[in-house]
């Protein structure tokens, strides 16, 4: 087996927490000896525990990438754990703990990050060189964006996220959300992201507002919560489409939400690829989706989707509308796009290829054990 220790710094849930999350759920316990590192008071506590995989809780690691206690704490858990491969999150303090350790580096990237230049990029390129063995992109959008940073190309790996599929509900199921949801008999669109600037719900609503008032059985409901959430709710109300928009606050699982919706919108400036887009997906719910870097490889456009400018409220509308108009479209296109989060974004093949990543790893560096 492998010992693999995690460390992800994060006390709340977002991209990477869903990732090990979703990760802890299929790898091989037969292969692959777990061992996760959190901050105390961690959202994924619970999570992990039930999902009967160790933990760690290590303090002054909480939301930060880098900290001196941060590196002495993690130390101090890698020569406990003894683990042939540390796999990070962001966390620099981690990578620097097991380059002490002289144990291998996993570091994943989940985001897309604005270029760097000059001497921040050379000292970019020579710190995260350094550190990590192989750094893993989650999608081809990511690739390129570390390879502008000067990560080495040798390092570079390419794993999409693996995405479990949503359990899809039967039709009277269905209909009984929609009339829990005052949407019986509407054309529901859905908006399932964190409510921040980079989202830019602002173009949804602007957009929902335009196909509205063309179309009147339109609704439009954006799942999930966030610092601009009453922003957003007098956004509608300004637009005078109040009444077409729902706001259901945060959402534990949004398996009702995602099966109640027609069509899946992502309205994203930038973004390194779309689990929403992918659950959707799962379910044969058509996207339309900004071309914001990582989503266009999530959608195809013309074939599972329509991908629109970013920013461009005019090309988002007309794509609603076009769905609207061709019902045969919409199925032909959510069931192209099941077929594809099936084939690209399984969960069982992203767990392999960090298997195969690993084993890889351990055979080249057989021997080093942590100091």
Request: glycine fraction near 6%.
């Given at each position: 087996?492998?010992?693999?220790?995690?460390?992800?710094?994060?006390?709340?849930?977002?991209?990477?927490?869903?990732?090990?999350?979703?990760f802890l759920k299929y790898y091989d316990r037969d292969r692959i000896d777990m061992t996760v590192v959190i901050p105390k008071n961690s959202a994924l506590k619970q999570r992990i525990?039930?999902?009967?995989?160790?933990?760690?809780?290590?303090?002054?690691?909480?939301?930060?990438?880098?900290?001196?206690?941060?590196?002495?704490?993690?130390?101090?858990?890698?020569?406990?754990?003894?683990?042939?491969?540390?796999?990070?999150?962001?966390?620099?303090?981690?990578?620097?703990?097991?380059?002490?350790?002289?144990?291998?580096?996993?570091n994943t990237r989940h985001c897309l990050e604005a270029p760097k230049k000059g001497i921040k990029r050379m000292l970019y390129r020579y710190i995260n060189n350094l550190l990590s063995?192989?750094?893993?992109?989650?999608?081809?959008?990511?690739?390129?964006?570390?390879?502008?940073?000067?990560?080495?190309?040798?390092?570079?790996?390419?794993?999409?996220?693996?995405?479990?599929?949503?359990?899809?509900?039967?039709?009277?199921?269905?209909?009984?959300?929609?009339?829990?949801?005052?949407?019986?008999?509407?054309?529901?669109?859905?908006?399932?992201?964190?409510?921040?600037?980079?989202?830019?719900?602002?173009?949804?609503?602007?957009?929902?507002?335009?196909?509205?008032?063309?179309?009147?059985?339109?609704?439009?409901?954006?799942?999930?919560?966030?610092?601009?959430?009453?922003?957003?709710?007098?956004?509608?109300?300004?637009?005078?489409?109040?009444?077409?928009?729902?706001?259901?606050?945060?959402?534990?699982?949004?398996?009702?939400?995602?099966?109640?919706?027609?069509?899946?919108?992502?309205?994203?400036?930038?973004?390194?690829?779309?689990?929403?887009?992918?659950?959707?997906?799962?379910?044969?719910?058509?996207?339309?989706?900004?071309?914001?870097?990582?989503?266009?490889?999530?959608?195809?456009?013309?074939?599972?989707?329509?991908?629109?400018?970013?920013?461009?409220?005019?090309?988002?509308?007309?794509?609603?509308?076009?769905?609207?108009?061709?019902?045969?479209?919409?199925?032909?296109?959510?069931?192209?796009?099941?077929?594809?989060?099936?084939?690209?974004?399984?969960?069982?093949?992203?767990?392999?290829?960090?298997?195969?990543?690993?084993?890889?790893?351990?055979?080249?560096?057989?021997?080093?054990?942590?100091?």
């Amino acid at each position: 087996m492998i010992r693999v220790m995690q460390v992800i710094t994060d006390t709340n849930i977002g991209g990477a927490g869903i990732w090990l999350l979703n990760f802890l759920k299929y790898y091989d316990r037969d292969r692959i000896d777990m061992t996760v590192v959190i901050p105390k008071n961690s959202a994924l506590k619970q999570r992990i525990e039930a999902l009967d995989v160790k933990y760690d809780e290590v303090e002054g690691i909480a939301d930060s990438s880098f900290s001196p206690e941060g590196i002495g704490q993690l130390k101090s858990e890698i020569r406990k754990i003894k683990p042939q491969i540390v796999h990070t999150h962001a966390s620099l303090s981690a990578r620097i703990a097991a380059k002490l350790c002289k144990v291998p580096v996993v570091n994943t990237r989940h985001c897309l990050e604005a270029p760097k230049k000059g001497i921040k990029r050379m000292l970019y390129r020579y710190i995260n060189n350094l550190l990590s063995d192989k750094v893993i992109a989650v999608s081809r959008a990511v690739y390129r964006n570390l390879l502008e940073d000067g990560i080495e190309e040798r390092k570079l790996e390419l794993i999409y996220n693996g995405v479990p599929a949503l359990k899809s509900l039967d039709a009277q199921s269905r209909r009984e959300v929609k009339i829990r949801l005052g949407v019986e008999g509407c054309l529901v669109v859905g908006i399932f992201a964190r409510h921040k600037t980079k989202k830019n719900h602002k173009l949804f609503l602007e957009a929902a507002k335009a196909a509205y008032e063309v179309n009147d059985r339109f609704r439009f409901l954006i799942v999930g919560t966030g610092s601009l959430e009453e922003e957003l709710k007098r956004e509608a109300q300004r637009l005078e489409i109040s009444d077409a928009v729902i706001f259901t606050g945060y959402v534990e699982d949004i398996t009702e939400y995602m099966n109640a919706i027609d069509i899946n919108v992502l309205t994203s400036d930038y973004e390194a690829m779309s689990i929403s887009l992918v659950e959707g997906m799962t379910l044969g719910k058509p996207c339309i989706t900004t071309d914001a870097g990582g989503p266009r490889e999530v959608v195809e456009n013309g074939k599972s989707g329509i991908v629109v400018p970013c920013r461009d409220a005019v090309n988002l509308t007309a794509a609603l509308m076009r769905f609207a108009s061709d019902p045969e479209m919409c199925r032909r296109f959510g069931e192209y796009g099941k077929k594809i989060a099936n084939e690209r974004f399984s969960p069982e093949e992203m767990s392999q290829k960090l298997l195969n990543l690993y084993e890889e790893i351990s055979v080249i560096k057989k021997g080093n054990e942590p100091v």
